[in-house]
């Protein structure tokens, strides 16, 4: 579902830009999921977007567009 895509993508985007960081444990608890739920989702998240975490100015502007 998009609630546990967007829980997977806070989660991987929070610990891309910040030095420190909330356990996975706390965030599920959070989240109301399982540790092995939010794991899952972290990992398949990453998997899905090749690892890739960072874009260009170009392609940001590109989606923003296409948004519009």
Same mark, same amino acid.
Do not use: P, W
């Given at each position: 579902?998009?609630?546990?895509?967007?829980?997977?993508?806070?989660?991987?985007?929070?610990? =891309?830009?910040?030095?420190?960081?909330?356990?996975?444990?706390?965030? !599920?608890?959070?989240?109301?999921?399982?540790? /092995?739920? @939010?794991?899952?989702?972290?990992?398949? =998240?990453?998997?899905?977007?090749?690892?890739?975490?960072?874009?260009? !100015?170009?392609?940001?502007?590109?989606?923003? /567009?296409? @948004?519009?």
């Amino acid at each position: 579902s998009v609630d546990r895509v967007m829980i997977a993508a806070v989660v991987v985007i929070t610990k =891309f830009q910040n030095d420190k960081f909330f356990r996975n444990q706390d965030l !599920a608890t959070v989240a109301g999921l399982t540790l /092995q739920d @939010l794991n899952a989702l972290e990992s398949e =998240f990453l998997t899905t977007i090749d690892y890739h975490l960072h874009i260009t !100015a170009e392609t940001y502007q590109r989606y923003c /567009q296409a @948004l519009q």
